[in-house]
């Protein structure tokens, strides 16, 4: 007999056993439901983190584990952004002119090593974010920290601000144990961006006094906290936190099925339709999506053309837009979304008028006036950028305006935007930390934003200068508040940003949790604040 | 007798050294071909659009040049580009693939990391499109023409357009969604952590740790990714094994194999499927080498944290290194697979061995 029919006879036979086995195992796995039970946390998220070091650390995923690991000096809780609340400050005062914001430390808190958390580690932890000019430095810019006792900080700005303790609320200003980073590489020296080399540390191990501490990292699989035995506050629910990354399709299966204590991050908009009415949801509307002209002749003559960016904005179907989104998504009225003081009214918000757009282009002798529009070719919160930038193509197709379509790999498009060369953009954007009078600083003329769109003080409506001054000199928030809302309506008459929709970001959490809610402050959900609903 | 008696050592002689030229051949053509790709790669990302320090720094920081100057001298590039490659070639003579701008790690931890876990699911996936591809051609080759033959040539061509993301999203619905028998992806369940690498394979390192939970769990997981990459290799194979096949049943010996009364297993068996198998191995060995480079959409769907995820991360973050450790590896998967193939031919066909 020949040996290769014994060869095929037995390999079905390995298969048949193969076979069975995976029958087996279908019949025996349980899915996921229930491996999230027990002590352990779930959290599915599509990973966007580059670091866990708190001076580094920007993106969404690293912001929601970094908040866990290391406290601030003022926090917020759920999802009032309406007055920062205590955390390691037990208190804290504002001098009259906004400069001089003195802190007073929590005397119980102690690092996961033991050691007391001192004003040392609360001024070392600050100036080394400046000092590091990494991504979250650039709100830090102005600020300096000095101690006055072992429990007393000030942190000094030189222009007014009295948003300083909503700057201190937010991840990247989580107190480090400035004994364990220094010996580790660490330095708040002015060098710090050349010199300091403890991100390789904090990237592995947390040194920080909050609630949890990281147990492992891998930026593409998953990231697990567990509990901080020597944490000074109420113990966390869970000793176990697993961060899982997991794309959206697939969270939103897992949610559909689970039945232990799990979470997703990622589920919003299109996204949330059809999962089970079981499911509890947190949402707060926090990000707006806009276009922006160039408004340097140099780099096109058509957007830099005022009549032309208000013919786009008379074109625009806002409503349509808003409903590529889904779920909760509305039509924009202007740059400073729902979730935080100082948007405009929902009546404000913009209107399709394609017979104002014409009449535009005709006055301005704008004849089919030819433009291209790129955009980063990424999903961002459920939606296909590119489905909303074709919306806008064909909305302008009715005006007679005509959209070439120029999707980009998202590094390609922060490339070309850091440039200033783009005619015309469209992109999510959201606030640098949860105070809307930041926009002022990103969007106003001359600024980040407004420097890489080529709209300068000198090309700017003095009137839409006046108003960003005015925002940034009010110190009373109600009256600032105020002042943002005029400064958006100017902006909306006269300014290269046409904003289209709000999208809010949601925690869909299984019915066996409790406290899970969105937390529009930056770090997506406090892990610490979730429990369990079945105790 | 006498020319066979003096040509028989002769023979013997130039059998050893040609199979030592054949090697040395090889070697020295995989080792043209990676430094080839480390040329390439090494143009390829300076010529694409997008800079390392826009992609890695913050606003701030590229608005301080001192900072950006800091971070260019950091990972030599401020150096003219043939310097940097020759810096890197330098290291890479000395086995450093240099440090990852994404992960802060030497890329040659990465890659030990993540090739283990691609290789997880390649096996299993690769085996098993083996067996069922050459087992499903051979039967089409057989019932040429037939109803049976028509729906096995409609299934492969549904297997070879369907795209992986789509099947992968079909198994997961199915069989996490509406059956509740498979895990929904990832390499263990939460509750379970990473066992003590030994091997980084899962399932291998929580049996040796005696974790036999932890191991079911592991193997539990590999199920859906497995059988998403199995349907697709197989959907190949299926083609080329009946397409073989059926050029050697049209053989001569064929014929004669059946004139001469062997069974039709012994024809299939020994004659038939031995003959065709050449073409197979070569479509295999380029299969299994398209698994072991990273299979980035079904791995993103799974959440497998394998080579092609960690491609997917280094390109779009303009990691030089890591990109450039990533191509040296697919470079060396190919060249090595492609000799193994060479090799596994003259075990199979004696023609090829005696030329």
């Known amino acids: 007999m020949s040996a290769t029919p014994r060869l095929l006879r037995r390999a079905g036979i390995a298969l048949t056993a193969l076979a069975l086995a995976s029958t087996a195992t279908a019949c025996t796995a349980g899915g996921d439901a229930g491996s999230a039970g027990g002590n352990t946390l779930t959290i599915d998220t599509s990973f966007v983190v580059k670091s866990l070091d708190p001076g580094h650390v920007y993106e969404a995923t690293g912001n929601t584990a970094v908040h866990a690991m290391y406290d601030t000096l003022l926090t917020f809780h759920g999802s009032d952004m309406t007055r920062p609340q205590p955390d390691l400050a037990t208190s804290y005062r504002m001098s009259k002119d906004a400069k001089t914001f003195t802190f007073h430390l929590r005397r119980d808190a102690r690092f996961a090593d033991g050691s007391p958390l001192t004003a040392d580690d609360v001024v070392f932890s600050l100036n080394r974010l400046r000092n590091l000019k990494a991504s979250p430095s650039v709100t830090v810019t102005d600020l300096t920290a000095s101690r006055t006792d072992a429990h007393t900080v000030v942190v000094h700005v030189t222009k007014p601000d009295p948003n300083v303790p909503v700057i201190l609320t937010q991840p990247y200003t989580g107190i480090v144990n400035s004994t364990l980073v220094k010996a580790k590489g660490g330095t708040d020296g002015a060098d710090a961006a050349k010199a300091d080399t403890a991100q390789k540390y904090l990237d592995r191990a947390s040194a920080g006094s909050g609630p949890y501490l990281l147990d492992s990292f891998d930026a593409s699989s998953q990231l697990v906290l567990k509990a901080n035995p020597r944490y000074w506050g109420p113990k966390p629910r869970f000793s176990r936190v697993v961060l899982r990354n997991m794309d959206v399709q697939n969270q939103k299966l897992t949610m559909s099925r689970t039945k232990g204590t799990e979470l997703a991050l990622d589920l919003s908009g299109r996204m949330l339709e059809g999962l089970p009415s079981t499911l509890q949801r947190s949402s707060a509307d926090d990000t707006f999506y806009f276009l922006t002209l160039n408004a340097d002749p140099a780099v096109s003559k058509v957007t830099s053309n005022p009549a032309f960016v208000k013919a786009v904005r008379a074109s625009i179907d806002y409503a349509g837009v808003a409903k590529l989104f889904g779920g909760n998504a509305s039509p924009a009225a202007g740059v400073v979304p729902p979730a935080y003081p100082g948007a405009l009214p929902k009546s404000e918000a913009q209107h399709q008028d394609l017979a104002k757009a014409k009449q535009l282009l005709a006055d301005a002798g704008l004849h089919t006036p030819t433009v291209q529009l790129m955009y980063p070719s990424i999903t961002y919160r459920g939606v296909d950028l590119g489905t909303v930038a074709t919306k806008v193509q064909g909305d302008a197709k009715k005006a007679g305006i005509r959209i070439t379509l120029d999707p980009q790999p998202l590094s390609s498009f922060l490339n070309a935007q850091r440039g200033g060369k783009v005619a015309m953009r469209f992109s999510p954007q959201s606030l640098n930390y949860p105070v809307a009078a930041s926009l002022v600083n990103n969007l106003a003329p001359g600024q980040g934003t407004a420097a890489t769109t080529g709209w300068t003080v000198a090309r700017a409506d003095k009137k839409v200068v006046a108003a960003g001054k005015k925002v940034d000199a009010t110190l009373d928030p109600k009256a600032q508040q105020k002042a943002l809302q005029d400064w958006q309506r100017l902006l909306n008459q006269s300014s290269p940003y046409i904003p289209l929709a709000y999208n809010s970001g949601v925690v869909v959490a299984s019915p066996a949790l409790s406290g899970a809610v969105y937390a529009p402050a930056g770090w997506q959900v406090d892990i610490a604040a979730v429990g369990s609903s079945t105790k | ?355």
Request: hydrophobic share 50%; with cysteine.
């Open chain 2, 1 to 355: 007798m006498t020319a066979t008696t003096i040509g028989a050592p002769a023979a013997g002689r130039r059998r050893v050294p040609s199979l030592v030229r054949f090697l040395a051949k090889r070697v020295a053509i995989t080792l043209g071909l990676l430094w080839g790709v480390t040329v390439v790669t090494f143009a390829l990302v300076h010529v694409v659009p997008g800079d390392a320090a826009t992609a890695n720094l913050s606003e701030q920081a590229l608005n301080d040049p001192s900072v950006v100057a800091a971070y260019r001298a950091k990972w030599g590039l401020d150096q003219p580009i043939y310097l940097q490659y020759l810096h890197y070639l330098g290291n890479l003579l000395h086995g450093d693939l240099g440090t990852s701008q994404q992960t802060g790690r030497p890329v040659l931890t990465d890659l030990l990391q993540y090739v283990p876990a691609t290789l997880e699911l390649a096996v299993p996936s690769m085996i098993l499109a083996l067996f069922i591809g050459t087992a499903v051609g051979m039967f089409a080759a057989v019932r040429h023409g037939r109803a049976s033959d028509q729906v096995v040539r409609a299934g492969s061509l549904l297997g070879l357009s369907t795209p992986p993301f789509w099947l992968s999203l079909v198994v997961l619905y199915l069989f996490f969604y509406l059956l509740g028998v498979s895990p929904s992806g990832g390499r263990l369940s939460p509750q379970f952590a990473p066992p003590p690498s030994v091997t980084g394979l899962y399932t291998v390192d929580t049996a040796l740790a005696g974790q036999w939970a932890a191991t079911w769990d592991a193997v539990q997981h590999l199920v859906l990714p497995v059988l998403v990459l199995t349907c697709l290799t197989v959907a190949t194979l299926i083609r080329f094994v009946r397409s073989a096949m059926l050029e050697v049943l049209q053989q001569d010996y064929i014929r004669a194999a059946y004139a001469k009364g062997l069974p039709r297993r012994t024809v299939l068996g020994r004659h038939l499927l031995r003959a065709g198998l050449v073409p197979v191995i070569t479509v295999s060995g380029l299969a299994f080498a398209s698994l072991l480079s990273g299979t980035v959409l079904v791995e993103n769907i799974f959440g497998w944290p394998g080579v092609g995820q960690y491609a997917y991360r280094s390109a779009t973050g303009l990691d030089l290194p890591s990109i450039l450790g990533v191509s040296l590896f697919v470079a060396l998967v190919y060249t090595v697979v492609n000799l193994l193939v060479d090799l596994l031919y003259g075990l199979i066909d004696p023609r090829i061995r005696l030329s």
